[in-house]
T-cell receptor
Framework: NAGVTQTPKFQVLKTGQSMTLQCAQDMNHEYMSWYRQDPGMGLRLIHYSVGAGITDQGEVPNGYNVSRSTTEDFPLRLLSAAPSQTSVYFC?????????????FGEGSRLTVL | AQSVTQLGSHVSVSEGALVLLRCNYSSSVPPYLFWYVQYPNQGLQLLLKYTSAATLVKGINGFEAEFKKSETSFHLTKPSAHMSDAAEYFCAVKESGGSYIPTFGRGTSLIVHP
């Protein structure tokens, strides 16, 4: 059972560099999302998607870009990395309904921007 | 609108002692409530959830939580702490029939002393 797979697990970037965090799920979930986790701040929603071709902004979208071309994949792009984007990033997915279905999380991607 | 407050960013208990992690929520409609656990260097996983079927919900690893509508609370308890319970715990709320997006609390770090 792969579930939600994130790559890479660790990444170090220099300020101004770009990169893409990959997220793939094999549960046929329509809803996918990206969170960042910072000490004392809990989880903050960056972007989310309710299906292929549909994305929307969360609480902290600035500096990040997403696309959803397939049901399985939801990559997160940093176009010009800044030290403030040093964080642990989690991808999560769930069934597309308004019910009590829980989120399934990946293991996280730890990003350091120097 | 929905929100979650977790009282105490850190809770410290001795092994064998009662664990009590507090969560209060705000929701304009009947909520779905969740507790997630995050072990070190891992993603979040569901501990238990309230879906209106029963006010006392039992989860994995001996944890349980009670939904109290009059107090707008969903506190997490375990009668006897084990060293392996040391982790970060997140409470989350999602409005039934409402947004797809849950709102997370800031998390409580459980420290278990031998």
């Amino acid at each position: 059972n792969a579930g939600v797979t994130q790559t890479p697990k660790f990444q170090v970037l220099k300020t101004g560099q770009s990169m893409t965090l990959q997220c793939a799920q094999d549960m046929n979930h329509e809803y996918m999302s990206w969170y960042r986790q910072d000490p004392g701040m809990g989880l903050r929603l960056i972007h989310y998607s309710v299906g292929a071709g549909i994305t929307d902004q969360g609480e902290v979208p600035n500096g990040y870009n997403v696309s959803r071309s397939t049901t399985e994949d939801f990559p997160l792009r940093l176009l010009s990395a800044a030290p403030s984007q040093t964080s642990v990033y989690f991808c999560a997915s769930r069934n597309q309904d308004r019910g009590p279905g829980e989120l399934f999380f990946g293991e996280g991607s730890r990003l350091t921007v120097l | 609108a929905q929100s979650v407050t977790q009282l105490g960013s850190h809770v410290s208990v001795s092994e064998g002692a009662l664990v009590l992690l507090r969560c209060n929520y705000s929701s304009s409609v009947p909520p779905y409530l969740f507790w997630y656990v995050q072990y070190p260097n891992q993603g979040l996983q569901l501990l238990l959830k309230y879906t209106s079927a029963a006010t006392l919900v039992k989860g994995i690893n001996g944890f349980e939580a009670e939904f109290k509508k009059s107090e707008t609370s969903f506190h997490l308890t375990k009668p006897s702490a084990h060293m392996s319970d040391a982790a970060e715990y997140f409470c989350a709320v999602k409005e039934s029939g409402g947004s797809y997006i849950p709102t997370f609390g800031r998390g409580t770090s459980l420290i278990v002393h031998p």
